[in-house]
């Protein structure tokens, strides 16, 4: 180390010593005159002292080894710091990043579960139309009673959409989702104890009607409250698109469980599904409130009222609800149309198909329940480009109206196409029948970036229960579509007039009401009322 020493005279500037000071050479802090570390200066201060002593003077130069011997103790000190630093860090780093989705903003925690939710919704829908068969033979029961069970289920989704929407707004679509989620799952589990009891059967179907029927309202609710408009599609899509996916899984999984289980194992295990969802729910931060205020108050320069509504408020809710002004509305009554030949088409497929695989086609039933699978399967594929387009059209400045119209008629013209040319006598073998089926059903999922936006679009405030009143009317092909698609089955033995041609119409006129009154502009319904 360098020493210097002041000058005579006591002049104010120093003037460095020929000689190097080496006490305590052995010293690695002190042996040379140039030490390079790389602790920080809060940890090790001494690394690089400069000490002044004079040549002379005894007592500085004592001084001057106590500061190296100093210096020599803080070493280990300082090392120790710094091991205990980097161990903290790597410890704090490991907390942040697990689990994977901790940092992830919290509009997208919500997204992604109440996908699940709808994932479970539908596996929880069609473990009936597999577990029909066994439970038909066991308790005797003929094909009126069998469908009578099964239409059951659209009694109470029909019921509860209207109010599942003013709950949705009134407490926030979180707590109605997971309230709904929790019914559904214990009336499914509960099917097994009430299967020789018809009434308790068919009052248990009605409950999962029910639950399941206000989760549409309450996802809505929730994506209007927590979903900016440039990523609405994308969320629709995907939480909406989860309805596919528990199509699929409750085909693959529900047969080999009934085989290897019994038919009681698919109610069990799909209401234990939902049970655990709901647990876990409680464990998502709830900040869809704080979300709420912020894009509302952006898309309609108000906020709505929390789930925290007073009793008296929430007795005069509904009569606050602006229903004159919805039904003025030729946008409204366009989503109410648009919905009901949605509807249709989709309900009397998804009953019928397997059916139609089967007879028309001389698919074995193994063969006509894998090819039933293809429809929902290829619609997750359509449905994340559908919201990828739609997304990136408004992004770019493309009018949202002009978006959804796009949109909403791919998803009814495209399957009114196919339907046309498999209706038709073409002489086309049977699996490119099942390619132009799957083709036009899968391109109807571009109904979730059109028709299933428009109710946040034209009203954050009142979107639940704007869907409520379009899903009320769409579940009706649930009830009379497909009774009355058997009964023209029956009466004039045709696939073609009793499946395809009412579907075809509903998809065709249902395009030009969308084209013509569709409108996704912001609508004041309070103002208007």
Known sequence: MTIFTPKPHNKSFFSPQTHIHRTNSHNPFIKTPFQRFHFTPSKLIHGHRIVLVSCNNNTQQQETKESHNKV???????????????????????????????????????????????????????????????LSHQFGWSSSTAGLVQSSFFW????????????????????????????????????????????????????????????????????????????????????????????????????PLIQNLGWESVFYLFGLLGV??????????????????????????????????????????????????????????????????????????????PTYFSQELDLNLTEAAWVSILPPLASIFVTSIASQLADSLISKGVETTTVRKICQSIAFLSPAVCMTLSSLDLGLPPWEIVGLLTGGLALSSFALSGLYCTHQDISPEYASILLGITNTVGAVPGIVGVALTGYLLDTTHSWSISLYAPSIFFYLSGTVVWLVFASSKPQSFSEEN
Request: aromatic share 12%.
């Open 72 to 134: 020599s103790k803080a070493k280990p000190n300082a090392l120790t710091d710094l091991d205990n630093d980097v161990e903290q860090h790597h410890l704090e780093g490991f907390s942040v990043n697990w689990p994977p989705w901790k940092n992830l903003p919290l509009r997208y925690k919500l997204i992604g579960t109440t996908s699940l939710a709808f994932v479970i919704c539908n596996m929880d829908k069609v473990n009936l139309s597999i577990a029909i068969i066994p």
């Open 156 to 255: 109470g989704y029909a019921l509860s959409q209207l109010p599942g929407g003013w709950l949705a707004k009134i407490f926030g679509g979180r707590k109605v989702l997971e309230v709904g989620v929790l019914v559904w799952s214990l009336a499914t589990a509960l099917v097994p104890f009430l299967a020789g009891y018809l009434p308790g059967l068919l009052l248990t179907r009605i409950l999962v009607g029910i639950g399941e029927g206000v989760s549409p309202s309450a996802a809505t609710d929730l994506i209007a409250r927590s979903i900016p408009l440039e990523e609405r599609s994308r969320a629709v899509a995907f939480v909406f698109g989860g309805l596919s996916v528990g199509s699929v899984l409750g085909l693959l999984f529900a047969p």
């Open 276 to 353: 655990a969802w709901f647990l876990g729910f409680q464990f998502l931060e709830d900040g869809e409130t704080q979300l709420a205020t912020k894009s509302i108050s952006s898309a309609q320069g108000n906020t709505t009222q929390s789930w925290q509504t007073s009793l008296t408020e929430m007795n005069s809710s509904l009569k606050e609800v602006p229903w004159k002004a919805f039904f003025r509305s030729r946008a409204v009554w366009a989503m109410i149309y648009a919905h009901f030949c949605g509807s249709w088409g989709h309900y009397t497929c998804l009953s019928w198909l």
